[in-house]
């Protein structure tokens, strides 16, 4: 198995555009830091947010993280809370991979040896396992608040219609 740990914004948009399932049938479990479960919690997340975190399903660990990050790495400034605690929590556990959208987060977490995807890589492997219709999982996303380039969606169609 796989150890995952996930920052908040994946969680985020694959629970606000109905994928959020798509985590336990790639990665069985995934570790969620305490901070982001409170960031998920927070009463400025939305609604769906809030009320899916407050009843995580069986495949959601929360944990404490107990490394912390030495203060003087300034490739930390950048970085939320969410995704300090994700990246010690991958330290700690020596995870395989962490769910990160947040470019400043992603380049920190590959700078220290980690495999990184975010919310759209998560839907194109889901997509490669025919979980989800890529297409129609990147119109859902079009309509929250994620940022995105219009050439990252476009390639991503393009690779996982030459790889079918």
Same mark, same amino acid.
């Given at each position: 198995?796989?150890?995952?740990? !996930?920052? &908040?914004?994946?969680?985020?948009?694959?629970?606000?555009?109905?994928?959020?399932?798509?985590?336990?049938?790639?990665?069985?479990?995934?570790?969620?830091?305490?901070?982001?479960?409170?960031?998920?919690?927070?009463?400025?997340?939305?609604?769906?947010?809030?009320?899916?975190?407050?009843?995580?399903?069986?495949?959601?660990?929360?944990?404490?993280?107990?490394?912390?990050?030495?203060?003087?790495?300034?490739?930390?400034? &950048?970085?939320?809370?969410?995704?300090?605690?994700?990246?010690?929590?991958?330290?700690?556990?020596? !995870?395989?991979?962490?769910?990160?959208?947040?470019?400043?987060?992603?380049?920190?977490?590959?700078?220290?040896?980690?495999?990184?995807?975010?919310?759209?890589?998560?839907?194109?492997?889901?997509?490669?396992?025919?979980?989800?219709?890529?297409?129609?999982?990147?119109?859902?996303?079009?309509? &929250?608040?994620?940022?995105?380039?219009?050439?990252?969606?476009?390639?991503?169609?393009?690779?996982?219609?030459?790889?079918?």
């Amino acid at each position: 198995m796989q150890l995952v740990i !996930a920052d &908040t914004g994946p969680v985020n948009y694959l629970i606000l555009i109905g994928h959020i399932d798509v985590l336990p049938a790639l990665f069985e479990k995934v570790i969620l830091p305490a901070v982001v479960r409170d960031e998920l919690k927070h009463r400025k997340a939305p609604p769906a947010v809030q009320q899916w975190i407050a009843a995580p399903p069986s495949w959601v660990e929360v944990r404490q993280t107990a490394n912390v990050i030495d203060a003087s790495d300034l490739s930390y400034e &950048t970085l939320d809370a969410g995704e300090e605690a994700a990246i010690a929590l991958a330290i700690e556990l020596r !995870a395989e991979l962490i769910l990160m959208d947040d470019r400043d987060g992603v380049l920190v977490a590959r700078r220290r040896g980690f495999r990184v995807a975010g919310t759209l890589g998560v839907l194109s492997m889901a997509a490669e396992r025919s979980l989800v219709d890529l297409a129609e999982a990147f119109e859902r996303i079009k309509r &929250t608040s994620f940022h995105y380039r219009q050439e990252t969606l476009d390639q991503l169609l393009a690779d996982a219609s030459r790889s079918q």
